[in-house]
């Protein structure tokens, strides 16, 4: 069946930095975009960023350049590689099959929680 395992969370400073990464499993990895979504405290799903089955990349605006997805098709893996972090950024962080228009119903993983904090 379909499955997707984040990994790479935890508790960052201000400033710092995390790199995640979702192992994808039961599905053609290699022809799906695929999305990073997160999920704060008392607010709801937000996109994050996109990559498509090429490899070309889109972020949402708030990212401003802090963040960089990438894949590896031969392993089954996209990773997000988070830098400048904010306490914004604090979420619980969600790999998601799909592109940035449907990413909403795509099948997502169980997240992994980021928390970025002093």
């Known amino acids: 069946q379909v499955q997707l395992v984040e990994s790479g969370g935890g508790l960052v400073q201000p400033g710092g930095s995390l790199r995640l990464s979702c192992a994808a499993s039961g599905f053609s990895f290699s022809t799906a975009a695929m999305t990073w979504a997160r999920q704060a405290p008392g607010k709801g799903l937000e996109w994050v960023s996109t990559i498509s089955r090429l490899g070309s990349t889109v972020y949402a605006n708030s990212i401003n350049g802090r963040f960089t997805l990438s894949r590896d098709n031969a392993k089954k893996t996209v990773s997000l590689q988070m830098n400048s972090m904010k306490s914004e950024d604090t979420a619980l962080y969600y790999c998601?099959?799909?592109?940035?228009?449907?990413?909403?119903?795509?099948?997502r993983g169980q997240g992994t929680q980021v928390t970025v904090s002093s």
């Open positions: 998601v099959i799909g592109d940035s228009s449907n990413w909403v119903r795509g099948t």
